[in-house]
T-cell receptor, first 114, second 114 residues
Framework: AQSVTQLGSHVSVSEGALVLLRCNYS??????LFWYVQYPNQGLQLLLK??????LVKGINGFEAEFKKSETSFHLTKPSAHMSDAAEYFC????????????FGAGTRLFVKA | NAGVTQTPKFQVLKTGQSMTLQCAQD?????MSWYRQDPGMGLRLIHY???????DQGEVPNGYNVSRSTTEDFPLRLLSAAPSQTSVYFC?????????????FGNGTRLTVT
């Protein structure tokens, strides 16, 4: 079964600084990878999803993710953090192993300092 | 569009009580699922359904029952609530059974079992 590891349960950046949230997945061909964002007291919403053949995937709100098959990574970045980016971010992978499932990482809470 | 609607938003139960968490979607999605979210553990899949009349277990199915009599509704039943079931529950739906389709989430039900 697939697994997803997010490094760092909390990340703190200053407004305007680079955001980097790390995600590694267990090897599978092909991987079906997603990033979701959760704002307080809300459900998760899709930030971006991996498209087969792409190395850089663009999402909403200026976020993008780089797929590196050799490192089994799908890290999320944003060049300049905004206060409104403060939320929890989840990396996820979909698989079919005796049934269709989407497996989530433990999440990374992003704090943005003024 | 209402999307995925969950009721109630909050619920407090005593140990041993039963209840049903409701989930409805108006997007004609074939796939529906229930997750629980606990601090530091991300989202864990409880049960899912790939269409009306078809359900299957996820990672943590014990203590929960589901049924899918219509495409729109996917209720989650707790037969005898336990304190370990204190959590935030999310219902999610997805178009088709394609691996790279994103999940659409409801806003969650916060359940406390005393």
């Amino acid at each position: 079964a697939q697994s997803v590891t997010q490094l760092g349960s909390h990340v703190s950046v200053s407004e305007g600084a680079l955001v980097l949230l790390r995600c590694n997945y267990s090897s599978s061909v092909p991987p079906y990878l997603f990033w979701y964002v959760q704002y307080p007291n809300q459900g998760l919403q899709l930030l971006l999803k991996y498209t087969t053949g792409a190395t850089l995937v663009k999402g909403i709100n200026g976020f993008e993710a780089e797929f590196k098959k050799s490192e089994t990574s799908f890290h999320l970045t944003k060049p300049s953090a905004h206060m409104s980016d403060a939320a929890e971010y989840f990396c996820a992978v979909s698989e079919w192993t005796g049934g269709f499932k989407t497996i989530f990482g433990a999440g990374t809470r992003l704090f943005v300092k003024a | 569009n209402a999307g995925v609607t969950q009721t109630p938003k909050f619920q407090v139960l005593k140990t041993g009580q039963s209840m049903t968490l409701q989930c409805a979607q108006d997007m004609n999605h074939e796939y529906m699922s229930w997750y629980r979210q606990d601090p530091g553990m991300g989202l864990r899949l409880i049960h899912y359904s790939v269409g009306a009349g078809i359900t299957d277990q996820g990672e943590v199915p014990n203590g929960y029952n589901v049924s899918r009599s219509t495409t729109e509704d996917f209720p989650l039943r707790l037969l005898s609530a336990a304190p370990s079931q204190t959590s935030v529950y999310f219902c999610a739906s997805m178009r088709g059974n394609e691996y790279n389709s994103p999940l659409h989430f409801g806003n969650g039900t916060r359940l406390t079992v005393t």
